[in-house]
């Protein structure tokens, strides 16, 4: 038989099932995301399926194909670089462009929310925008709102999120050196910060003083603090499977990309959260935060 050896370093990769299980996957996650909102708020039914099936198994069955849709994803992509050597020098610099690409799309995600926070802060007495100016009475945060301290749990947490860049940066270093353990004891470190953090956060919310609805104060602080809580278990998740992949040996011969992507998300979450820490919760503070 004619030998088909690679004359390159690029990787081909094989036809996957996985982008189309994806798709439909999110795709039933998000119908039954919908009709469990519109069921459990105003007790009306999208196209007769609580009728059938309670609308929670729907958003169940979605989010167990998207959740496993990434588990065999990017299972596939370890395989290739631990197992089958695809991910050669310049594979690896297209990824780490793909990553920079993904955590630059991140950063406009963020400014959409920042920038909703800014345009109603800073112009709440515009009196050309009638219904904010009459809702906020010329000033932010409105009347009646009990912001909270930024120097009670926010500051804590702002405490929680630089020790956790430490302690990667710590792993990133180590792995470098081909020390396994100083990798493994730096990412169980991050791991269990960013857990409090998540822990401390939920906490905070369950004792605000405002909501999410009624108010547009409510809605830009949750929408902006949440997505980024949000990041924090998704940056948690990444960190714990690279946790996972150290005990297992992986990251050897200098291929260590899926950790340093891991450890380039964390630092972004931490840089995103020291710009709502100032803005939201410092400089947006009121005379009655609490």
Known sequence: MASHAKGHEYHLVDPSRWPIVGAVSAFVMAVGAIVWMRAA???????????TMPAWVIFAVGAFGVALTMFGWWGD???????????????????????VLFIASEV????????????????????????????????????????FNPMHLPYFNTLLLLTSGTTVTWAHHAIEH????????????TVILGACFTAVQAYEYSHAAFSFSGNIYGA???????????????????????????????????????????????????????????????????????
């Open 220 to 290: 830009t602080v949750f929408m902006a603090t949440g997505f980024h809580g949000a990041h924090v278990i998704i940056g948690t998740i990444f960190l714990l499977v690279c946790l996972v992949r150290g005990y297992m040996g992986h990251f050897r011969h200098g291929n260590i990309f899926g950790f340093e992507a891991a450890a380039w998300y964390w630092h972004f979450v931490d840089v995103v959260w020291l710009f709502l820490f100032v803005s939201i919760y410092v400089w947006g503070a009121g005379a009655g935060a609490h």
């Open 41 to 51: 708020n105003k007790g009306e039914m999208l196209f007769g399926l609580p009728e």
């Open 77 to 99: 992509v370890i395989r290739e670089a631990e197992k089958e050597g695809h991910h050669t020098p310049v594979v690896q610099l297209h990824h780490r462009y793909g990553m």
């Open 178 to 189: 081909g020390d396994r353990k100083g990798f493994i004891n730096g990412l169980w470190l």
């Open 108 to 147: 406009m995600f963020f400014v959409a929310w920042f920038w909703a926070y800014f345009a109603t802060s800073i112009f709440a007495g515009a009196e050309e925008q009638v219904m904010r100016f009459e809702f906020l009475g010329g000033h932010w945060p409105p009347k009646g709102i009990e912001t």
